[in-house]
């Protein structure tokens, strides 16, 4: 950062004091990011864990209101969302920030309805004339059944539903399982559902920073979502990504940019809703042309983890430019490497997970990068698992043959009892 000339004649030097809000394996990227910024800086996190607490210091918040009064009187210059939840917890971080006079990147909560609700997002895209699949709400399980025409179908509960809330059924049988728990059984609470037309193709995930109005599209990964080799298995929050310019021809990447991007970020101008931080489009590259299934107010996990290593540059510069309304895309670059993410995953995930199986060999991973995700010191101070996902190692190459081949190498060094894992990421189209 420049010096800052105070008073007459003395100068110091502006230390720029940054939050990042969240715990798993995106944040602990993000913060990396922020650590290696050139700028004098101080990096804070909350929740935070371990891992990131060897990078940032921790805040002194003991609940989300304690947070945002810790904001207020620290005076922080940045605050970045990486987590969804908070963005519409209470008043919502970005409205809360815009009220402290402190930069956010990451949108208000009005903007993230685009990601709480599907119906908002559907409604949104429908009014914007961007591409996605046909759709019918619904209130109660006799409509829901009654809007199911064909298998497979896609139904959807319209709220946040850490990742558990779609469910592509292929017979009626499945159908019926998942109406029970939403319309039933309330898994989720109160909220509609949305019965969607199947769509097939691959996915991809594309990032873009969005400053009301204006946008810059990040290099685009795709994630992997099922447990298990071949797309096989139940899904999962990701057990793994590649990301890489290579990943989509320059026609579809156009495409992408005309029909959904620009929609979008006039859409957003359109109704009212200013936008400022990533916000991740979800596709489906259909034969008819790319459509997209769902927003997110934020970045993917673990795409971030791919994605991250990528760039280059003045991370807090370019994230603090945004926030404060004028993006600087000129201050981050992305390698034209391939990236790859290998997540770990504990014993029974998803359906439950195994805590305190301790992590061996994380010291030896020598030329890849270690995010943790859900990982605890133990009262040895040894690294032990501690949620679902427990690290992601990630690692680069000129092609993605040789992404994959390092970032297998380094992985094969990390261990615990009962992991799990894939070993085709990179390999396959999903
Ligand atoms: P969503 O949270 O809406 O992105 O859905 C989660 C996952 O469900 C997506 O990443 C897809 O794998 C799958 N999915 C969602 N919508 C559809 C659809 N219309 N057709 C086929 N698969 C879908
Ligand atoms: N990787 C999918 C997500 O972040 O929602």
């Given at each position: 950062m420049l010096p800052r000339q105070l008073g007459t004649a003395r100068y110091i030097v502006d230390m720029t004091k940054v939050l990042v809000v969240g715990k798993g394996g995106r944040e602990h990227a993000l913060i990396r990011a922020c650590v290696d910024s050139p700028c004098e800086k101080e990096v804070f996190a909350w929740p935070g864990s371990d891992a990131i607490f060897e990078l940032a210091k921790p805040t002194p918040a003991g609940s989300f209101d304690e947070l945002l009064a810790w904001i207020e009187a620290k005076n922080v210059d940045l605050v970045v969302a990486g987590e969804e939840a908070w963005l519409v917890s209470g008043e919502g971080l970005a409205n809360a920030c815009e009220r402290f006079g402190v930069p956010c990147w990451g949108p208000k909560k009005e903007a993230a309805q685009l990601e709480a609700s599907k119906e908002f997002a559907k409604e949104f895209m429908l009014r914007h004339n961007v591409p996605t699949a046909g759709y019918a709400a619904v209130e109660n399980i006799d409509d829901a059944r009654a809007a199911i025409t064909s298998y497979p179908c896609v139904l959807k509960f319209d709220g946040l539903a850490a990742g558990k809330g779609v469910a592509v059924c292929t017979n009626e049988a499945d159908a019926e399982a998942f109406l029970q728990e939403v319309f039933i059984a309330k898994r989720f609470g109160e909220g509609r559902v949305l019965v969607e037309d199947f769509l097939a193709?691959?996915?991809?995930s594309i990032f873009v920073s969005v400053v009301e109005g204006t946008y810059h599209i990040l290099t685009p990964a795709r994630d992997y979502k099922r447990l298990k080799d071949g797309d096989d298995g139940p899904n999962t929050g990701g057990m793994g990504a590649v990301a890489g310019r290579g990943l989509l021809d320059a026609d579809t990447l156009a495409v992408i940019e005309e029909t959904a991007v620009k929609r979008t970020v006039e859409g957003l101008e359109k109704d009212g809703l200013p936008y400022r931080g990533f916000l991740y489009f979800g596709f489906m590259l259909t034969d008819d042309g790319p459509k997209l299934l769902e927003y997110n107010c934020r970045f993917g996990d673990p795409e971030c983890?791919?994605?991250?290593?990528?760039?280059?540059?003045?991370?807090?510069g370019y994230v603090k430019s945004g926030a404060e309304g004028e993006l600087d895309e000129s201050l981050i670059e992305f390698s034209s490497d391939w990236s790859v993410c290998l997540v770990l995953a504990s014993a029974g995930y998803p359906e439950s997970s195994r805590n305190g199986d301790v992590i061996r060999g994380l010291d030896d991973v020598s030329s890849g990068r270690v995010y943790h995700a859900?990982?605890?010191?133990?009262?040895?101070?040894?690294?032990?698992?501690?949620?679902?996902r427990i690290l992601a190692v990630v690692a680069q190459g000129e092609s993605r043959e040789s992404a994959v081949a390092k970032a297998y190498g380094e992985f094969a060094k990390v261990d615990f009892d009962g992991a799990q894992r894939r070993s085709d990421v990179g390999t396959c189209n999903f």
């Open positions: 193709g691959p996915e991809v983890q791919a994605v991250m290593p990528l760039l280059s540059g003045d991370f807090i859900g990982t605890k010191k133990n009262e040895a101070g040894e690294f032990a698992t501690n949620g679902g």
